[in-house]
């Protein structure tokens, strides 16, 4: 394996410090053409992601995704059989005693997601984040559908566009040789 060494100034570097509870939200599936869609929402908290993410999801769907009834129907079925304590229960209690919906506890968790579509991004991130150490991959029939929830403070950055620094060789091509 080739190894790349760059010779980056002091100034190059740095870090670069989110306010606590940043999140990354990252939703990765098959579109109707076979694209893989891998799209990121960046949330500065746990409140804005629950404001922001379920439109942020359904928008995609809309987007790529021309039977959307289905799509969504699977996914609450795959839910109900694989993630009903420890995900549609869970977050219906957190919901009801964390967010202040307390009316949520007394409707049929299976009736409650049924009735609640945006609940349904929400509780892919609530299964991600508590249960699967962040990431979550859905069956394929339910278009491979991924969910990965990164909580970020620190981020290392690198300016690799600072006057002095190296420009990477493209194999073929150097890029340091005058051309004329």
Not at 10 to 33: H, N, P, Q, R, Y
Not at 154 to 172: R, T
Request: glycine letters at 8%; zero cysteines; hydrophobic letters at 40%.
């Amino acid at each position: 394996m080739e190894k790349k060494v760059y010779n980056l100034s002091e100034t190059s570097l740095g870090k670069i410090t989110f306010m606590d509870g940043t999140v990354f939200i990252s939703v990765t599936f098959v579109a109707d053409s076979g694209e893989k869609i891998n799209e990121v929402i960046l949330v500065p908290s746990i409140e804005d992601g629950i404001r922001k993410f379920p439109g942020f999801f359904m928008e995609l769907g809309f987007k790529y995704v021309q039977d959307k009834l289905t799509f969504h129907n699977r996914i609450i079925e795959w839910m109900g059989e694989n993630w009903f304590e420890n995900g549609i229960k869970s977050f219906q209690k957190e919901m009801a005693e964390v967010h202040g919906f307390p009316d949520f506890l007394s409707m049929d968790p299976m009736e409650w997601v049924k009735s609640e579509p945006e609940m349904v991004p929400l509780i892919l991130v609530h299964i991600a984040s508590r249960f699967t150490n962040g990431y979550l991959k859905l069956p394929g029939s339910i278009r491979d559908l991924e969910i990965s929830v990164r909580f970020v403070k620190n981020v290392l950055a690198i300016n690799f566009w600072e006057e002095g620094n190296p420009v990477p060789k493209i194999q073929g091509m150097h890029t340091n040789t005058p051309r004329g």
